[in-house]
């Protein structure tokens, strides 16, 4: 009998590329600005509000101008960033109805894409998830929001990946730039124990290979992020910027 195919470690499928030197260094300069940045955005290490400057960005990466400009630019088309005419960069502040709507997004979008993904999720990739989510369970137990959402974030795009859905592929990950830093100081103010670990629920249906399961896995653990911020914009009135 054929082995799998051994798949990618996970830290090969979503690396932390929030330091220059963990990119890979024969990559064009503006690439591996892109990276970095969008590494950083994804792990919620940036503040929804927060500024970015070309120069600072250029100067912290050992960069010039235009490969900081050329990164800047591909992540304000994926709404990962926004700039005004005059080109000032900021973190988007989205308010409780744009993230609602992203939340809702997500809700539609990650159960096709885990369903799709199914049949491909193969007894290596299953394995590799388990150790995504057993150090998931580490920063839950420490209250380390940001390697939570990163490890995170890892355990869904290992899945999601095996869907060879591009498109709907594209349309989550651009959810994610839009929502990580938000959720990041939801997990910061409101703490990580409260959060219900629904990956189990996921790696027992992807064992018994039961669409259905996988599916109410996926949807109930987007579900609780969405909770999660009904609770946070109360207790914050509302107001993003006190998150």
Do not use: K
């Not at 388990?130 to 355990?155: Q, T």
């Amino acid at each position: 009998m054929a082995q799998p195919t051994p798949q990618p470690m996970p830290d090969q499928i979503m690396p932390d590329q929030t330091a220059p030197d963990q990119t890979t260094p024969d990559l064009p300069a503006h690439e591996r600005v892109y990276r970095v940045l969008r590494g950083r955005i994804l792990a919620g290490a940036m503040a929804p509000g927060e500024s970015v400057t070309l120069r600072g960005l250029a100067q912290s990466l050992g960069v010039s101008m235009t490969p900081a400009r050329e990164a800047v630019r591909r992540l304000v088309a994926e709404r990962a960033l926004e700039m005004t005419a005059t080109g000032r960069v900021w973190v988007p502040v989205p308010d409780a109805a744009r993230l609602a709507e992203l939340f809702r997004a997500r809700e539609l979008l990650e159960p096709e894409l885990a369903v799709r993904a199914l049949p491909r999720a193969d007894r290596c990739v299953v394995a590799e998830m388990r150790a995504i989510d057993e150090s998931i369970d580490r920063y839950l137990a420490e209250g380390d929001a940001e390697g939570y959402v990163r490890a995170n974030n890892a355990f869904h795009t290992l899945l999601y990946r095996r869907a060879e859905a591009p498109a709907l592929m594209a349309l989550v990950e651009s959810v994610w730039l839009q929502t990580s830093p938000f959720m990041r100081r939801i997990y910061g103010r409101l703490g990580t124990a409260r959060l219900t670990d629904y990956h189990e629920a996921a790696l027992a249906a992807l064992g018994a290979a039961d669409a259905a399961a996988l599916a109410e896995a996926i949807r109930a653990d987007v579900a609780q992020g969405a909770e999660l911020l009904r609770l946070a914009a109360l207790d914050a009135a509302l107001d993003p910027m006190d998150l």
